[in-house]
């Protein structure tokens, strides 16, 4: 299934022959119009530069385009207010949920295409050249072709291929040039691996970059690493590669979104920045699974990446190992996606946050999920269950039947929750404490229950009650929600402490399962 097909699928059934016709109509336009999708639900529409970002919902269809002076009786366009602050080059937006609204929304995708092959002054977008292009003309207007031939130094480098130049911001910044695979941590079936853009270190670079046009001593010397599945044209004997946005575009980047998003803002502020130079390494023929790999390699290697958003990576790599080719990664890399630990791990997590009938439901703040939610970060509880729940002491590895051992492991929180959540109000307990503590007690508490095979709600409950009626001593309160509570015991241990709590708990379980009568 395509990326295209999958976001039609992703729409409600009364949706999609909306949708299906909307593709249909835009594409009969003009011959030269391109298709293309990108992550999040979004399919593009472009000749020389995007004149159409449909936005698929489950209800309905959005489309946002070029404002026009088109007249709008019935109201159809919705203005975005967001659109200037967050760089966006289109402003208004239809929202199609019948093949009626199509047919009236047609009139405005038209004239959002003539504006963008036409060059208006409306699209409100930089139309300065600092690289040589090639042009043709069309009902009186000359129409860039979206052709950079720039200089360019080819590197190699094994079976990758670079090559090193220089682009203006004003050609860096053009629509459709880039394109960001952002992971979503919404949308299960998302193939995007690059964080999330932080504005605020994106603004202070465009701070940063304005505030030396004056002086001129504003400096980015690193480079963006950009990279493209398909080939660019080199010519060896001028040293020029040819980009034809339309053949090529978008590039993914692969290192320095913030960079330029930096630089796009600065641009808006100050448009002497899109004459800035920034040093670009152009990567082609490179699989998206390669740019996954390239841009782990970039970000774990040099600079540090948030945990979980490497740990999504690493689940996508394992996933993939004996599918696609795979790049040279670095041993300690390649290491960890042959063992497949995280990958599982990563899998444990989503599926105890899934779950609605989990005590975890939404608590858990999965890669680049704003910093407010859940209660514990994928990458800490993740890194719990690697250390202590896939090792070969955890009877529950010897299980063999992944569905099987994440349902055990569902099961046992529960009975967890069952007994110390009883009121609700156990915060601590979805914290880094009480995951790092149950997970090294599930090791002799799953080594009690294997003899049995019984791994059922209420006979963990039972175990677990057991358990706890025989603590004694400064942590005999574990067992009890007032000891879980915010502001509680729990929440001032370390990892030193826990692993002693973990012990006392251990010798309570064998006490409580030992019969009254020892015979040596």
């Not at 480098?157 to 919404?186: M, N």
């Not at 980009?243 to 002497?272: C, M, S, T, Y």
Request: hydrophobic residues 40%.
């Amino acid at each position: 299934m395509t990326l295209v097909e999958r976001h039609i699928s992703y729409a409600e059934p009364e949706i999609r022959p909306v949708l299906s016709e909307l593709r249909s109509r835009i594409m009969q336009l003009d011959g030269r119009i391109q298709e293309r999708a990108t992550p999040a639900q979004r399919i593009v529409y472009l000749v020389d530069r995007i004149f159409a970002e449909v936005k698929v919902q489950k209800k309905r269809v959005l489309v946002r385009i070029f404002a026009s002076d088109t007249p709008d009786p019935k109201r159809l366009l919705h203005h975005i207010d967001h659109a200037a602050r967050n760089g966006w080059q289109h402003d208004k937006e239809l929202h199609l949920e019948d093949l009626s609204s199509l047919d009236d929304g047609m009139l405005f995708i038209e004239a959002s295409l003539r504006l963008s092959v036409g060059g208006s002054s409306e699209a409100n977008v930089p139309r300065r050249r600092s690289s040589s292009t090639s042009s043709i003309h069309i009902k009186g207007d000359f129409v860039d072709m979206a052709v950079l031939n720039i200089p360019a130094a080819r590197v190699r480098q094994g079976d990758l291929t670079l090559y090193t130049t220089a682009l203006k911001v004003s050609d860096l910044i053009r629509p459709g040039f880039y394109t960001v695979e952002t992971l979503d941590p919404a949308n299960d079936d998302d193939k995007g691996y690059q964080r999330l853009l932080n504005k605020g270190r994106a603004k202070k670079l465009a701070d940063y970059v304005v505030k030396g046009q004056d002086s001129r001593d504003a400096f980015l010397p690193t480079s963006v690493f950009l990279a493209t599945d398909k080939s660019v044209p080199f010519d060896p004997s001028t040293n020029t590669v040819a980009i034809d946005i339309r053949e090529v575009g978008p590039f993914n980047v692969v290192d320095g979104q913030h960079r330029l998003e930096g630089l796009k803002v600065a641009a808006e502020k100050d448009p002497r920045v899109l004459d800035f130079e920034v040093p670009v390494n152009i990567a082609i023929d490179l699989p998206t699974i390669h740019q996954m790999c390239h841009f782990l390699i970039v970000n774990t290697t040099q600079k540090s990446v948030d945990k979980s958003v490497e740990q999504r990576i690493i689940a996508r790599l394992t996933d993939a190992l004996d599918i696609e080719n795979m790049p040279s990664l670095p041993k300690w890399i390649l290491n960890t996606v042959e063992k497949g630990e995280v990958e599982k791990a990563v899998r444990y997590v989503d599926y105890l946050n899934d779950q609605p009938e989990s005590p975890w439901h939404n608590r858990i703040r999965k890669a680049n999920d704003d910093s407010g939610a859940g209660l514990i970060n994928q990458s800490s509880f993740a890194k719990s269950i690697v250390k202590y729940v896939l090792t070969a002491n955890n009877p529950i590895t010897a299980i063999r039947d992944f569905d099987r051992e994440r349902r055990i492991f569902l099961n046992y929180w529960k009975a967890i929750a069952a007994i110390l959540n009883e009121d609700g109000d156990s915060e601590t307990l979805y914290k880094y404490g009480g995951v790092e503590l149950f997970c090294q007690f599930s090791i002799p508490f799953f080594l009690k229950l294997q003899t049995g095979g019984d791994y059922r709600v209420d006979t963990m409950e039972s175990l677990l009650q057991a358990c706890f009626d025989n603590l004694e001593g400064e942590y005999a309160g574990v067992g009890h929600s007032e000891w879980w509570r915010t502001g509680g015991q729990a929440g001032r241990l370390n990892s030193g402490a826990l692993r002693l709590v973990a012990q006392e708990m251990t010798r309570a379980l064998n006490s409580a399962s030992m019969t009254e009568m020892i015979q040596v």
